[in-house]
């Protein structure tokens, strides 16, 4: 890869997706077990969402990016935290979270499961030579 180029901001992307979901996470927790109010975390779970995208976007446009590593690296890690966030999630339904609220929180794992690989991967990938 050309050190000249500059490198898309993707991870500072990805990684305020992480914030928000960490957020949203700590904010619907922290209201167990009563019924958590919603609009907050819904709307940090969209912007979570479309910055997931966003960097995703950048990474697929970046010209000599080490795909190759990037799957190595990244399958692990997604299996990882498909284990941990799955964990997660048996705990909101083991503790009777249901409806709505369990969408929100199902929504929130499926972008931090997503997220934490997608850093891992795209940093590793992008020293690669």
Known sequence: MNAERKFPKAVEVVTVSLAA?????VWLGSHA?????????TVLLVVAA???LAGI?????????????FVRVGRWALLAYI???GMIEFAFVRNHTRGTPLAV?????????????FLIATTVARYDD
């Open 105 to 117: 929180v199902t929504g929130m794992l499926v972008v931090f499961a997503l997220d934490v690989p």
């Open 50 to 52: 479309a910055l997931l």
């Open 21 to 25: 979901v960490v957020v949203g996470g």
């Open 57 to 69: 976007t950048m990474i697929t446009r970046f010209a000599g990016f080490s795909w190759n590593t």
């Open 33 to 41: 077990p009563r019924r958590p109010p919603l609009a907050l975390p």
């Open 83 to 85: 284990i941990a966030a």
